[in-house]
T-cell receptor
Framework: AQKVTQAQTEISVVEKEDVTLDCVYE???????LFWYKQPPSGELVFLIR??????QNEISGRYSWNFQKSTSSFNFTITASQVVDSAVYFC????????????????FGQGTILTVHP | NAGVTQTPKFRILKIGQSMTLQCTQD?????MYWYRQDPGMGLKLIYY???????DKGEVPNGYNVSRSTTEDFPLRLELAAPSQTSVYFC??????????FGPGTRLTVT
């Protein structure tokens, strides 16, 4: 069975600090997909990134960066120079791949990390 | 595009009542999903559909039913509501890069 663990329940930082959100996953599949979603106080879920299991290249998008390490089954998310608008619940998720190698989209979510950025 | 829309936004049900949560997407996506989110928890998959006329169970399907008669609509039916079904329900559809677009959610309370 697949499992996603976000050990940090809550993180509190002051604006402009860097913060890393941890995600550790378990799967027996050799092909799988990892995702991060953001849930701001308004409640909707916003897609941030998808990474497949064959691509261990780190990715940077503005102040966001992701570090995928298969050896430790981790997919960590770093926000550089955090801002108040980054305050949200962040979810890491995992999905299996079909025989054709594409994601089924049946996501297994972690419990989420509540990030609070203080001014 | 409106994206994924859900109605109602809030609902209070009495134990044993039934209701249908509506979900519509206008992006012509084949894959659609229903999740529930309990307080302080991640989302759990209830049902999913890979196209009109095709549905399948997710992780927590008991007490729910779905149908998919069109590409756009994916309603979730609760029969005989129970307090354990108090939750926030999210509908989602899947884009070409496997990203899921979520609706705003329906907050359901069963008392």
């Amino acid at each position: 069975a697949q499992k996603v663990t976000q050990a940090q329940t809550e993180i509190s930082v002051v604006e402009k600090e860097d913060v890393t959100l941890d995600c550790v996953y378990e799967t027996r599949d050799t092909t799988y997909y990892l995702f991060w979603y953001k849930q701001p106080p308004s409640g909707e879920l916003v897609f941030l990134i998808r990474r497949n299991s064959f691509d261990e290249q780190n990715e940077i998008s503005g102040r966001y960066s992701w570090n995928f390490q298969k050896s430790t089954s981790s997919f960590n998310f770093t926000i550089t120079a955090s801002q108040v608008v980054d305050s949200a619940v962040y979810f890491c998720a995992l999905s299996e791949a079909s025989a054709g190698g594409t994601s089924y989209g049946k996501l297994t979510f972690g419990q989420g990390t509540i990030l609070t950025v203080h001014p | 595009n409106a994206g994924v829309t859900q109605t109602p936004k809030f609902r209070i049900l009495k134990i044993g009542q039934s209701m249908t949560l509506q979900c519509t997407q206008d992006m012509n996506h084949n894959y659609m999903y229903w999740y529930r989110q309990d307080p302080g928890m991640g989302l759990k998959l209830i049902y999913y559909s890979v196209g009109a006329g095709i549905t399948d169970k997710g992780e927590v399907p008991n007490g729910y039913n779905v149908s998919r008669s069109t590409t756009e609509d994916f309603p979730l039916r609760l029969e005989l509501a129970a307090p354990s079904q108090t939750s926030v329900y999210f509908c989602a559809s899947e884009g070409l890069e496997n990203e899921q677009y979520f609706g705003p959610g329906t907050r359901l309370t069963v008392t």
